[in-house]
């Protein structure tokens, strides 16, 4: 009975109440704090038992861009966490992200979910899960190593300015919209960039559009490859790690499917992926050191064409 009232409670709260993302936090969390509390709902998630995570009063929970209950979706079906996992930390807004994987069943799939802390409490969920079976991609894979340049601190020297930082993970995304040769950011030359478990980059052995994940990143912008990304949507930085040179970044790619064949940089015709109205969400994180983009790790599943954030006020 006390489970089911508590869930009753959080189900109004997370539906009717305003958006949990305009409570300011009146007691502090450090990373120490933000990684406790985390590990505190993961390991709830893992017994299917919401009474062990501390709950804010106002409570907004998603998954794959759908507002659920706090206690459904992933949290009725998940049966085991993989070893993978990058985790970074924002004491500033007191926001705390993971990349993992996750087992329902007999399915693996790569995910990431985003926490606002208010007070030590959590106050706000985001997840993305790429279930194989649904994510309408046909490389996804939960076979993740750990890459340890996530984990690295940077040194003082290599940091970069909050805002600079968000500016810089908007480039990518101007970059990526309507792809032309153009580059709106800067990379390091060892950039690399791994999408739902696959690394897309300097990687000839991937077989799907091999020509282009041979390449490294600018290599792939310059040569316009992704012309046929019609929009990067409702574009939200809402994790950003000073210490580690991180920014979590949330939108939608959208494919209006108009675009037939098109010609790239070096003369080459190819025909575009997506020849229907298509969406995808994405998170997506970008490591920055000296103002420049060294790794990307992407989690993105296919919705609906067009479909509205819950997290972004119209």
């Not at 869930?7 to 990684?35: G, I, N």
């Not at 909050?162 to 800067?186: P, S, W």
Request: charged share 25%; aromatic share 8%; glycine share 6%.
């Amino acid at each position: 009975m006390k489970t089911f009232v508590l869930l009753c409670a959080l189900s109004v709260v997370s539906t009717a109440a305003p958006a949990a993302e305009q409570m300011q936090p009146t007691s502090p969390c450090d990373r120490t704090c933000l990684y406790q509390v985390l590990d505190d709902y993961l390991a709830a998630r893992d017994a299917h038992d919401t009474r062990q995570v501390r709950w804010a009063a106002r409570v907004k929970n998603s998954e794959n861009n759908v507002e659920l209950r706090p206690d459904d979706g992933l949290w009725g079906t998940i049966t085991a966490r993989g070893d993978y996992q990058m985790r970074f930390a924002d004491p500033q807004t007191g926001q705390v992200a993971i990349f993992g994987v996750v087992q329902e069943t007999m399915t693996r799939s790569p995910y990431a979910t985003r926490l606002k802390v208010v007070d030590h409490a959590v106050a706000e969920v985001e997840t993305i899960v790429v279930r194989p079976e649904d994510a309408g991609i046909p490389f996804v894979t939960a076979d993740i190593k750990a890459k340890p340049v996530w984990n690295e601190m940077l040194v003082a020297a290599d940091r970069t300015p909050r805002q600079k930082m968000i500016d810089v993970a908007n480039g990518y995304f101007e970059t990526l919209q309507l792809n032309d040769g153009t580059l709106h950011t800067q990379f390091t030359p060892d950039c690399d960039r791994r999408e739902d478990g696959m690394q897309s980059t300097n990687n000839v052995q991937v077989g799907l559009n091999a020509a282009n994940s041979g390449l490294g990143c600018v290599a792939q912008f310059e040569l316009g490859w992704y012309r046929y990304d019609d929009r990067l949507r409702d574009r939200r930085f809402v994790v950003v790690d000073e210490e580690r040179g991180i920014v979590l970044a949330a939108a939608f790619i959208d494919h209006e499917g108009r675009l037939g064949e098109y010609t790239l940089k070096n003369g080459t015709k190819r025909t575009s992926n997506y020849r229907r109205p298509h969406s995808y969400l994405v998170f997506e994180a970008f490591r920055i050191k000296g103002a420049k983009i060294q790794q990307v790790e992407a989690v993105f599943t296919t919705v609906p064409y067009n479909m509205p954030s819950p997290w972004v006020s119209r």
